[in-house]
């Protein structure tokens, strides 16, 4: 089995990788911990102090997402130890990179995370595009806001 793990980079990315290591896998399973890094909207300003700015925050970015990915990996590799964990930063638009990866690596399985809202708890815009259009079973993780999580333990 395949299994895309698309994570951002907040503090909830800590909930989806919790709930994929809560759950029984085949043996052999493959995972791919995918992260999206998003082109800054101010990337069009065109001073040359600016980019030069643009580009550290990128960097740091990168740099960021990659540490994360790598603590998730050995989080995985530890706790499900017959699996395979793979890691993939891609820039660009969300949407468009998660169902590219989904498609090339040939995927059964997408997991990520979605917030519901209430009364109706309605799915974020990327999560509900996601399982519209994904080439495969899509899993959503619904997050608790971490705010409530730590009024109700204090």
């Known amino acids: 089995m395949k299994v895309i793990i698309a994570l951002d980079q907040s503090e ?23 992260t999206v890094i998003e082109p800054s909207p101010w990337a069009h300003l065109g001073s040359d102090n600016w980019q030069s ?10 740099q960021l997402a990659s ?4 603590t ?6 530890e706790q499900i130890p017959d699996c395979s ?14 169902l590219a990866v989904t498609t090339e690596w040939m995927a059964d399985k997408l997991v990520l995370g979605a917030h ?7 799915l ?7 399982a ?14 971490l705010m409530d999580a730590g009024a109700r333990a204090g």
């Open 132 to 145: 519209q259009h994904a080439p495969c079973t899509v899993e959503l993780i619904r997050l608790k806001c």
């Open 72 to 77: 998730y990996r050995a989080k995985l590799s």
């Open 12 to 34: 909830y990315a800590d909930q989806v990788v919790e709930a994929v290591l809560k759950r029984q896998w085949p043996q052999d399973t493959a995972f791919k911990l995918l």
């Open 116 to 122: 519901g809202h209430s009364p109706n708890r309605l």
């Open 53 to 62: 700015v643009l580009k550290q925050i990128s960097d740091n970015r990168q």
């Open 67 to 70: 540490e994360k990915l790598g």
């Open 124 to 130: 974020g815009r990327l999560p509900q595009s996601l």
């Open 85 to 98: 964990v793979h890691t993939e930063i891609r820039n660009g638009n969300a949407r468009s990179e998660i």
